[in-house]
């Protein structure tokens, strides 16, 4: 097995090498879901440091020093830049196997051009290094890393509140050539349990010019909203999904249940799952109408860590994998959109990689002649983004359905260096299949598996959300 700093990284077999290098390492890329801030994309931010570059929000990273014991002072407090540096260079050989190290040591060849191991022998170093060239070197500001990774079009993840100003700006911006578009996250109009519900109605209200006072004026107030961002150039919507019932029609009560909410009164979960169902079916034949492509993340388990949510808030580290499923309740989603002739393109991406085949099988059970795989399995999400988790998802979809017709990568990320995770599955995906083919399991013939090697890297994705 070639090493991390080889060219030839996870790329076992002249077949595989061949797929890589002649057809998938220069594909650009669809980045279709991720978190980065659009408007350092406008201002061509220029990074302090590598620890700002790398750590700065980082919750993959920050995970593995908190499991090596590493102070919060030196993962989210006050430390500085380079005491935080030093403290992720001597944690991270001790972390062998996962794929924070390699993404590491990817993204120091391919941005800085560093072959240097990173540990606490060298993290000094590369520190200095580093940093002489974020400061001197442009193509290490936002813009330029987009565009040396070969970026076409990024989706972000934008509320339904959120003005798009940097998305307009970008788009009116005529010496920028990477596509940044808005993607539609409508978790807080879902989530009527949250403690700041109230206040996003206000928020929401404020940005639809529509005054929401019962359910009638909250689904008004989304459809404005949908039209603004579809206007602005949005093609895709996410959902932090945590729970789909298996019966779906509580709009009866939702008026009722919105109006309990708002007076300041609290709901019980299953209140708040009826409240969440009804108007995610709404959502999801407007989906339908505008064309979009509905992806939908599932079975996070959040905020698991009570006393540092309270500290440092979501999204920093503290979410796990929940095992309780929900596939009946998701089918009986999916058939009730696809019989009212609602069903918009889908992708679904479990959490717990033993979905995976239950996943693919749903998504087979669901198809629209002319449209090419219009409902299936993300790609390998979040903790399953390694080496053995994307075999398996690609395995499992191959396994399930058609292969060539995967929608391909994405970062899912809040690092403007994490492009290299396109590189990573390229890896992985060429050399599974070149080890398929070496061994008799598919034609060997390289340009037609090329062409599928091209197809899941870019072209899908490309055709999939239309842009």
Avoid at 68 to 86: D, P
Avoid at 178 to 206: C, E, H, Q, T
Avoid at 219 to 239: E, I
């Amino acid at each position: 097995m070639p090493k991390i700093t080889d060219a030839d990284f996870l790329l076992e077999s002249e077949t595989a090498k061949i797929l890589f290098h002649d057809y998938a390492e220069k594909m650009p890329i669809i980045d279709y879901h991720c978190h980065i801030n659009p408007a350092e994309i406008h201002d061509n931010k220029r990074f302090g440091d590598i620890s700002e570059a790398w750590l700065g929000g980082d919750h993959y990273k920050w995970r593995l020093m908190r499991a090596c014991g590493v102070g919060e002072e030196l993962i989210t407090g006050a430390a500085t830049g380079w005491e935080k540096f030093r403290a992720f260079a001597e944690v991270l050989p001790r972390a062998v196997g996962n794929p924070v190290y390699h993404w590491v040591h990817l993204e120091l060849q391919r941005y800085f051009g560093c072959d240097l191991p990173l540990c606490s022998d060298t993290a000094r170093d590369i520190w200095d290094f580093c940093n002489d060239k974020l400061a001197q070197d442009d193509s290490l500001r936002v813009r330029g890393i987009i565009e040396t990774s070969q970026a076409r079009c990024i989706i972000t993840t934008d509320d339904p509140a959120d003005s798009l100003e940097w998305h307009r700006k970008l788009a009116e911006d005529k010496t920028f050539g990477v596509k940044v578009l808005p993607g539609w996250r409508p978790d807080a109009a879902l989530n009527i349990g949250n403690p700041g519900f109230p206040g996003y109605i206000s928020r929401l209200s404020a940005a639809s010019g529509i005054l929401i006072e019962d359910f009638e004026s909250l689904k008004a107030a989304l459809l404005a909203r949908m039209g603004y961002f579809a206007a602005n150039g949005c093609v895709s919507c996410d959902h932090g999904i945590l729970k789909i019932d298996t019966l779906l029609d509580y709009t009866g009560e939702a008026d009722a249940l919105l109006q309990k909410r708002m007076s300041g009164v609290d709901l019980n979960d299953e209140e708040a799952g009826r409240f969440r169902q009804t108007l995610l079916h709404f959502c999801a034949r407007e989906y339908a109408r505008l064309g979009w492509v509905m992806q939908l993340h599932l079975g996070a388990l959040r905020n698991v860590n009570s006393d540092m949510y309270g500290k440092l808030g979501a999204d920093t580290g503290f979410d796990s994998i929940d095992t309780s499923g929900n596939l009946p309740g998701l089918a009986r989603f999916l058939d009730s959109l696809n019989t009212g002739g609602a069903l918009p393109k889908t992708l679904i991406f479990p959490i717990d990689r033993s979905d995976n085949m239950a996943i693919n099988t749903l998504a087979g059970c669901f198809r629209q002649e002319g449209v090419t795989g219009k409902v299936q399995q993300g790609a390998a999400w979040w903790f399953n983004d390694s080496l053995s988790g994307i075999e398996r998802q690609l395995t499992d979809f191959a396994e399930c359905g058609v292969l060539a017709n995967f929608a391909g990568m994405l970062t899912d990320s809040r690092s403007f260096l994490s492009y290299t995770r396109h590189e990573y599955f390229r890896r992985v995906l060429c050399g599974l299949i070149g080890r398929w083919a070496d061994a008799g399991l598919c034609t060997p013939d390289i340009e037609y598996l090329g062409g599928i090697v091209r197809d899941i890297s870019f072209n899908n994705a490309r055709e999939f959300f239309g842009v």
